[in-house]
């Protein structure tokens, strides 16, 4: 059974860090893109970060960028995000996805595998 399995979150101050870790088995997902995404509370689900297989490729909304950086490990079949001066609007479920093919992409169109998410507060 493939699962990706998201761990890392909790409660943290503003203007903290946090890293999250997404760890998948069942399978490897060397040669896919992984992204990462989140959910507040009555909002839709948004695009947060990605990275291609090879982990070159990385893509971040614009709200993220220069705070969250997205890795991965391949021969752990690991993806994590460190999160650095987290706001407060940085809170919600965040949730790891695997994508069909091999590059980053910001559209939850072509994810095919997430998984059951990890709840981060931010507090002011």
């Known amino acids: 059974q493939v699962q990706l399995v998201e761990s890392g979150g909790g409660l943290v101050q503003a203007g903290g860090s946090l890293r999250l870790s997404c760890a998948a088995s069942?399978?490897?997902?060397?040669?896919?893109?992984m992204g990462w995404f989140r959910q507040a509370p009555g909002k839709e689900r948004e695009f947060v970060a990605s990275i291609g297989w090879s982990g070159y490729s990385t893509y971040y909304t614009d709200s993220v960028k220069g705070r969250f950086t997205i890795s991965r490990d391949n021969v752990r079949n690991t993806v994590y995000p460190q999160m650095n001066s987290l706001k407060p609007e940085d809170t919600g479920v965040y949730y790891c996805?695997?994508?069909?093919?091999?590059?980053?992409?910001?559209?939850?169109?072509?994810?095919?595998?997430w998984g059951q998410g990890t709840q981060v507060t931010v507090s002011s």
């Open positions: 996805a695997a994508h069909r093919y091999s590059s980053a992409s910001d559209s939850q169109d072509g994810y095919n595998y």
């Open positions: 069942g399978r490897t997902f060397s040669g896919n893109g």
